[in-house]
């Protein structure tokens, strides 16, 4: 059973991270250059929300004078739920999926250690099974002979 860790050490632990005030062409900017869907949002050192591409498509829709200059506390999600690094891979889907989140951050201790993505518990849980069909055909082509 995959851990939080072992993922992180798989996938790294980067972090691309905007202040509670920065603007909102900012932040779509950063997500777009560095290709991830979500930014954590630091203040005094610590994550006070999490701003996605979620977050900004319900806006959009939503919000009648949002503009590209509009700060991002407006926008975040807050609180945020996170995971340590001895969390299973199985609980932070579960967690993803009953909160309706794509991405969570990875304390440890008061250190953030990473952010992970659906897609990242998505890939390993594929790999995970892969590896237990090929054990089983395995084992019933050593049994059958």
């Not at 949002?41 to 977050?55: L, M, N, T, W, Y």
């Not at 001895?86 to 932070?92: A, H």
């Amino acid at each position: 059973m995959t851990i939080v860790r072992d993922l992180l050490q798989y996938k790294g632990n980067a972090v691309w991270a905007i202040s509670p005030d920065t603007p909102l062409k900012e932040a779509l900017r950063l997500m777009a250059d560095k290709d991830v869907g979500a930014l954590l949002v630091i203040e005094d050192c610590k994550a006070v929300g999490i701003f996605s591409e979620r977050d900004y498509a319900r806006q959009v829709v939503s919000a009648e004078g949002l503009s590209m200059g509009t700060p991002i506390k407006e926008l975040m999600t807050h609180p945020i739920f996170y995971v340590t690094p001895e969390q299973t891979v199985e609980e932070c889907m579960a967690l993803m999926t009953a909160k309706h989140f794509r991405h969570l951050p990875v304390m440890d201790g008061e250190c953030l250690g990473g952010v992970i993505s659906i897609g990242d518990i998505v890939k390993q849980l594929i790999f995970e099974r892969d590896i237990t069909i090929k054990d089983l055909e395995d084992y019933i082509w050593v049994h059958m002979i």
